[in-house]
Structure formats: C-alpha cells, structure tokens
C-alpha cells in the first residue's frame, strides 16, 4: 500500500477529494430548478460540455487544501476553482478533436510521465520501470479495504486524466511549431541591420507638464472599443468602503494593565483579594478562570515562547514570574511551572473506528464492539509485536496502514489528540497499550525513543486590550453619522467626506462576485459584502451598513458602478489606461502642431517645442532607441527613404520625427540552422498559454453561478 500512502498522505496532489457542502448561494437545489429546469447541479457550460456541482466544489476543495498546506487563506479561491475547470474542459475538448481517446491503455501507459508520480522515485523500480502492476493491485485492495481511499483515487484519477491530455495537446501543438527558411532568413537580415538616424523626440511627459489635457469618459471609452479583445469584462462591481475599525483607546489600554495588575499582585475577586498569580497553588486553574487565553499545558522550546521571555527562561527556576509585559494588544504576565527535556518518539498504530467516529465514514461497529475487537489486537501484539502488520488491513487511518502503520517520529509539540501523546510520554520503548481518542480506539506501539532539547511548560495569564463598549459605541455613531452624510450623495460626496474627516477608505474597482475577497478590506463580512453588491435589486448609488462579527469594527459601502459582462466600463478602467489614452490626445496634438508649422527640418521641430536633436543607431529585432523601446520609431527608419524627414511616429513614450543618414549591415556569428533551432525553440515556449488564452477567448463559455446565486437570493 505504499505507493497510495504516498498520494494519501499528500493532501496537495490530490485533484480532487471528498465533495464539499455547496456554496451558501446554493444552499438548497430546489430553489434553482426554475433557473435550470431538472439540471440544478449545472454551474456553466464549456463549448455546450457542462460544468457540474460536484466537479466545482471537488476544484474548490483542493485550492483550500493546498492553501492550507501553505499557510495560506482558504477563502477566495472560488475564482481560481472555476478558471481551472473552465482550461481543464477545454483542453479534453481539444484532445478529442485530436482524435485521442482516454481508454484504460492509454490511461496506464502515460500515467509515469505525470508530474504526482514522475518526480517520485517510490514508483519506479530499481531499473527505473514504473510499478505499474503493484500500483494497480493496491488500487484494487483499497477499493475493498478502504471506500473513503477508493474514492479518494477516483477524484485523483480525474485530475491526472486532465494532466495527460495537456500533456498531449500541447506537445502535439509544439511539435506544429516550426520556422521556414525564408522567415529565418528574413528574422537573420532583421537582426544585423542597422540604420543610422538623426530625430527629435517630443516627450509626453515634459509635453504634458506645459499643456494640461483631461481624459473624458468618452475618450476612455474610443480607446476601448479600438481594442476590445483587451478589455472583455466579466461582471463586476465598483465599490467604495469606509471602514471604521474599533480601536482601543488609551483608556481601554490602561484599563487592561490595571486589571492584570491586580491579577498577578493584588488579588481577584473571587478569593476576596487573597490569591493572585503569585501565590496561586494552581496555575493552570487560575489561568483558566482569569485569562484570555487558555493554559497550555505542552512543554515548548524557547523559541516558542513569548519573546519577551525568551532570552531568561534557561536560567530560570521553576516559579518564577515575568512580567507583566505587553506584545501586541496584549498584557502578559508568564511564570515558569515546569521544564525537562523532550523526548522523540517513534510509533505505529492501528486504529480501530466505531460507527459515529471522525474516522468511521462506512464503518458499522459499534463503539463496544470496536473497543474488544482492539483489546484482542491489543493483547496479541503485546504479547507477540511481530505479529503487529497481521492487523494493519483492519486499520481505520489507511494513510499510516499503508505506511506499516508508521506515525514516524513524534514529540510532545506534534499536533496529536492529548490521549495519544500522554500515552507516548509515559510508556518506555517497546511498550504496546489500547488508547481510546476520539476516532477510536488506537492500538500503539512505541518502536523507539531518543532524547531531545528542554521544554518548559509555562503559563500565561493574559489580558487583552480590547475595545470597550464605551469605545465601541463612539465606533458605531461615527460610522452611523457617516452613512446618514452621504446617503443619497454622489460617490465624490462619498470620497471627499470621508477622506477630510481621515476615514480608512478603499476602492475596489472591479470587484467579482466570487473574489472572496475585497482589495484593502479583508474582513469576514467580505463575502457579504460582495453578495450585497451584486444583489439584481442593487442600483448605483446605493449605500450600506455592515459590523463586523468579534471586533465592533464597521464598515460603510457605496455602490458605484456596475459592469455586467462585456466591454469594460470605461471609469473601471481608467487607473490603467488614463496615461495610455493622454499619450495619444497628447500625440495627435503634436502631429497637428508639427503639420501646421509645415515644418521641413528637425531643426524647427526642436525649436518649435523647445527640445534638441539626438542621433542614434536602431535596429528592427531590438528597436531601442535613446534608452526607450520603440518599434514604431524603428520600422519607420527603415521603411523612409535616405534623408528624407519622416512623418510623425507616434512612440510609447514620445512623438519621433526621424531623418535617416544610412544603413549597414553588422554580420552575426551563426549560421541558418542554428538560428531556426532558436527561435522555434523560443516560439514554443511562448506558445502554450498564449493559445490556451486564445482558445479561452474564442470559446462559448457560459457562467451561471451568478444567475443561481441570483435566484437563490430572491427566495430567502
């Protein structure tokens, strides 16, 4: 079973696992029926081939797995979820039309080349072979053994499938890829010639800062429909947000310092001023009635400690306090009860699920029937520990079963249940018992044990600083006076008011309905938030109020601009064409200057804006010119004739008016052969996901998660 302990045990790889509850929009199936008839599983449609329910939320489900194998946020990820299935539809479309066919031969052939099993040696043999067979017979035994596995391999099996095919598309679209003689020789004549030019450059920005040009909506507007591959938009929203964090106050401070005081020195209330954390008999007691923060009762390493305690807890003796110290919104005073060196302990189990428990997904035994079955396993491998692999196929955790029920080295700080790990702490090596936990009853044996670095056991009475009901209730009138300013006002009232009274304000502008989260926000009220916004009732200029749960914080919104799909709103846009499009008013104002001086000469072009003449030497391959990228400026050198002024070339950072004295040629090393093995090579590296946005593009993609949220919404 190794093999599949290594897919199990690696939660990143898998593509695909147990199906995840639906999204709360769509919480009950019923209610949709009437957007989709007697398909409410449909969430959108790839070239007409569906995309269901249950593949969205597997997609899901393995983006919040790797997230959280990263430390990264698992909310979010829905966006991501949805693009993934969207690319993995159409490359299995491409595959077919190919004429490939995902049979079972096909399937066991190509399955060494995909990157989950390539890159582990564990699945090849010693003369390299893949175990193709052994993969297989295990695959079988779980099917029997293990449904939960079983199904587990069937949703990794579909994401390898996807993989393959990708594999196959693209490298028979590479392989399609080549360079022609007469292209090569064109691209070779390109790279070695040269032009000599003498020009003048008008820069934008020096241009601009002397003549002011406003971009008007409607110019935003021209330049996005000149380009609109450029600017397809899905739905969006434009949202203004003030948020309104409850911040304590310096009174909230002192008040927490005071009362943390008085616990550590003085006395509670309870004992009627007699026990404080000096002279408590029982510390985790007295954290546990008086702290903010429960008793750890692990023993940690120094660097796991506060940091304030760090540097003097190795000299320290038991009883000794710290503090009180501040970290963060926090008063802490720490006192040492406890250290010893913590032992590494390497176990296997096996464990025994009753019906009922975490681990007991098909498991119909009850809880007395599972707990004699492990006192017999328990009594035999006691008794005999080489007899322990006989019971490993009755094991309810096939990730460790696969392993010889190996759990590897463990220490006290391993995120175990505290039944385990007590039992691995106070049994030496060799010992073999029953444990029950919470998944059931584990039947544990200590193979070994080595010492390691000291651990102290401290305990921290903490006190949080934290917003007062006084502070609380200032939060939420200035957030009320605010929404009560603005209502009914523009979106410039909105900004403006908030900005003069120095409110946190933030402006996603594009904002999608399942981005989970909204730029320069970042609370749990987000996806709410998103959901108000994109409600059909929802009109622009709308305003909304919002709490955020645990904190008092508020937070006030302002509807915008809504974008439904199509070309972009200009104003959505504007922070990334703005300059773009005051570039190009700017140059049209230069050329008509430029032609209404009748200018003849480069001279009077620098004299008429106050600029000089500059030469230099430009090439088509690599059109730099004076430090600045202009393939235009270039194209024009070569294409006016010798000592002839040029018209206007409107260029990225400037307008060119070019005069060329001469080319030349500058013969490169390397012959025909080599430079076509080159830019082939460079061309299908840049190809793959550049025909992937292309084939996205041009495909009939049809979304309906939001019509479903939509409906959903509409009959809460």
């Not at 993995?88 to 595959?95: A, G, R, V, W």
């Not at 295990?138 to 587990?152: A, C, F, R, V």
């Not at 309906?704 to 509409?714: A, F, L, P, T």
């Amino acid at each position: 079973m190794a093999i599949l302990g290594q897919i199990r045990s690696k939660p990143w790889l898998l593509m695909g696992v147990i199906a995840l509850a639906l999204l709360a929009f769509l919480v009950n199936p019923d209610s949709i029926e009437k957007v989709f008839g007697k398909n409410p599983d449909v969430l959108g449609k790839v070239n007409g081939e569906k995309i269901t329910r249950e593949e969205y939320n597997d997609q899901l489900f393995v983006l919040q797995q790797q997230a959280e194998q990263q430390n990264q946020p698992k909310n979010g990820l829905e966006e991501q979820a949805w693009q993934l299935l969207v690319q993995s539809k159409l490359i299995k479309q491409q595959f077919e039309k190919m004429g490939f066919e995902m049979t079972e031969d096909y399937f066991w052939n190509q399955i060494q080349y995909d990157q989950m099993f390539a890159q582990n040696k564990q699945f090849f043999d010693e003369k390299g072979n893949f175990k193709t067979q052994e993969l297989k017979k295990q695959i079988e035994e779980l099917k029997s053994t293990s449904p939960e596995g079983y199904n587990q391999w069937i949703k990794t099996r579909k994401s390898v499938e996807y993989r393959l095919m990708a594999r196959q598309v693209f490298a028979n679209i590479s392989t399609g890829i080549t360079t022609g003689k007469k292209e090569a020789e064109e691209l070779m004549r390109q790279r070695d010639q040269l032009a000599d030019i003498d020009f003048v450059k008008v820069d934008y920005t020096a241009y601009l800062q002397k003549t002011k040009i406003n971009v008007k909506t409607e110019d935003l507007a021209n330049y996005i429909k000149q380009h609109p591959v450029m600017f397809k938009a899905e739905a969006s929203r434009n949202i203004g947000i003030v948020y309104f964090p409850a911040q304590p106050s310096a009174a909230d401070d002192a008040a927490a310092q005071k009362e943390i005081t008085k616990l550590f020195s003085g006395g509670t209330d309870a004992s009627g001023g007699k026990e404080n954390f000096q002279n408590t008999t029982n510390d985790s007691m007295f954290v546990m009635a008086n702290s903010d923060m429960p008793f750890n009762n692990q023993y940690l390493k120094p660097s796991q400690l506060p940091q304030s305690v760090q540097a003097q807890i190795a000299t320290a003796a038991v009883g000794q306090t710290f503090g009180p110290y501040k970290e963060q919104n926090f008063y802490v005073v720490s006192k040492l009860v406890g250290k010893k060196t913590s032992d590494s302990t390497l176990s296997r189990h096996i464990l025994i699920a009753f019906k009922g428990s975490p681990a007991g997904e098909g498991v119909t035994r009850s809880k007395e029937a599972a707990k004699k079955l492990a006192d017999s396993i328990g009594a035999i491998v006691k008794a005999t520990p080489a007899r322990f692999t006989e019971f490993l196929k009755l094991s309810n955790d096939p990730n460790s079963a696969a392993q010889g029920g190996s759990l590897g080295w463990t220490t006290p700080e391993t995120p175990f249940v505290p039944e385990f790990l007590t039992y691995l702490a106070n049994n030496p090596k060799g010992a073999t018992g029953v444990v029950e936990t919470q998944f059931g009853y584990h039947i544990i044996n200590i193979e070994d044990k080595k010492s390691g670095s000291m651990g102290y056991k401290v305990a921290n009475l903490v006190k949080a600083v934290k917003p007062s009901d006084a502070t609380e209730a200032d939060t939420d009138k200035k957030a009320r006076r605010f929404i009560q300013q603005v209502q009914g006002k523009s979106f410039n009232d909105f900004v403006n008011i908030a900005k003069k009274s120095n409110f946190q304000f933030s402006n996603p502008k594009s904002a999608k309905r399942f981005d989970g989260q909204l730029q320069g926000l970042g609370t749990d009220k987000d996806g709410e938030i998103l959901s108000w916004a994109f409600d059909k009732k929802r009109e622009k200029g709308d305003t909304e109020f919002f709490t955020v749960e645990g904190t008092g914080d508020k937070i006030v919104v302002y509807l915008n601009g809504k974008q439904e799909k199509g070309l972009a709103d200009p104003e959505s846009v504007r922070d990334q064409i703005e300059t773009i499009v005051k570039n190009k008013l700017a140059a049209k104002q230069i050329s008509d200057k430029i032609a209404a001086a009748k200018a003849t000469s480069l001279d009077q072009i620098a004299t008429l804006f106050a600029t000089t003449k500059q030469s230099a030497q430009v090439n088509l391959l690599n059109p730099s010119v004076a430090g600045s990228m202009e393939p235009k400026v270039a194209g024009a050198a070569f294409g006016v004739a010798k000592g002839k002024l040029s018209n206007p070339v409107e260029g990225g950072t400037g307008v060119y008016v070019l005069i060329k004295k001469n080319e030349t040629t500058n013969k490169q090393p390397g012959d025909l052969k080599q430079f076509t093995e080159s830019v082939t090579q460079r061309n299908s590296g840049m190809f793959g996901q550049a025909w992937l946005k292309s084939l996205q593009d041009n495909s009939d993609i049809d979304d309906y998660r939001i019509e479903i949220w939509n409906k959903v919404g509409s009959q809460k």
